[in-house]
């Protein structure tokens, strides 16, 4: 039998959001990484509630030893929209959770470059779940530290797939395309994970039950349940493939393509256009979908069965 994975040591930029949460857990669960911290960011949710949910997700896995950082309130430029109507209005669809057993502390930016200062070089993979308001602040104030991250993988953006927020925009994207546009520019190890291929990740009913087997898993299958809302006969699960991305990279097909993010006032601002003179940057185009769900289930299970 080959030697487990190192676990990789990764930073989780969230605004959680149910599909959010489905990452987090699955990060905590899987084994394979040390999840040195959450950064929060005002998304489908405002920032105290996007705060609050992180510290009750990981008050819900018994690890508020993971720390939590509040991260910025409002996107560069423009002004956020909530998205209620798919997450709620508390951002979890209404689902029970404990209350926090920590308190949020500092803010992201700093935390952030403390982190990746301290840590050797290219050492911290950041996997970002959410406008990239905290990532562009970084990168614009801080060159040096963001320059010493590893990996940078984002859920954003809709190459060949419609959007999901306007016709060709996407929601991480769109809510702070100032932000989308530095961070792709900025010279990093970057793989953007667009809906292309985040709707080809889908939960269908009949497969919720099968994720039960842990603490994660159970709730990962609640807040499936919710974030199915009614009438929809499958979801996809965006920002879990960022997670499935960072260690199952054989699941997904890499195109590198020449890309920019609409900044103008228009009603697709956000969108990604290809731009033969932008930046190459690594995208996702191609998954296995039933492979990634499975993926999931697995590593929402793992605690589970090495303490069989
Ligand atoms: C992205 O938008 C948010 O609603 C989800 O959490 C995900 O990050 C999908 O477009
Ligand atoms: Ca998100």
């Excluded at 018994?62 to 998205?83: K, T, Y």
């Excluded at 898993?217 to 349940?225: K, N, P, S």
Aim: aromatic share 4%.
């Amino acid at each position: 039998m080959s030697a487990p994975a190192t676990p990789r040591r990764v930073i989780i930029d969230t605004d959680p959001g149910l599909d959010d949460a489905v990452a987090i857990l699955y990060a905590v669960a899987c084994g394979r990484f040390e999840v040195l911290g959450l950064t929060t960011v005002a998304g489908n949710i405002g920032i105290e509630a996007s705060t609050s949910n992180s510290l009750r997700l990981l008050a819900a896995m018994a690890r508020s030893d993971v720390p939590v950082r509040r991260g910025a309130a409002q996107p560069l430029r423009r002004g956020g929209a909530e998205l209620t109507s798919i997450h709620g209005d508390d951002g979890m669809g209404g689902l029970t959770l404990p209350p926090p057993q920590a308190q949020a502390q500092g803010e992201a930016v700093g935390w952030l470059v403390e982190q990746l200062q301290s840590a050797p070089a290219g050492s911290v993979d950041i996997l970002a779940l959410g406008p990239l308001t905290n990532i562009a602040l970084l990168v614009r104030d801080h060159p040096d530290a963001a320059a010493r991250m590893g990996r940078l993988i984002v859920m954003g953006g809709a190459v060949d797939e419609p959007g999901n927020i306007g016709a060709r925009s996407e929601y991480n994207f769109a809510t702070d395309p100032e932000a989308a546009q530095m961070v792709l520019g900025a010279g990093l190890d970057l793989t953007v994970i667009p809906l292309d291929v985040t709707r080809r990740v889908r939960v269908l009913p009949g497969q919720i039950a099968s994720l039960r087997g842990s603490r994660a898993g159970d709730l990962c299958a609640e807040i499936i349940a919710l974030y199915f809302g009614t009438g929809r006969e499958s979801r996809p699960l965006h920002d879990p493939c960022v997670m499935l991305f960072a260690v199952e990279p054989g699941l997904f097909g890499l195109d590198t393509l020449s890309l920019a993010v609409d900044v103008s006032e228009g009603p697709e601002a956000g969108a990604l256009v290809r731009y033969p003179d932008g930046p190459p940057i690594k995208v996702a185009m191609r998954v296995d979908g039933p492979g990634a769900i499975e993926a999931l289930r697995h590593g929402l299970n793992a605690a589970q069965r090495s303490s069989c």
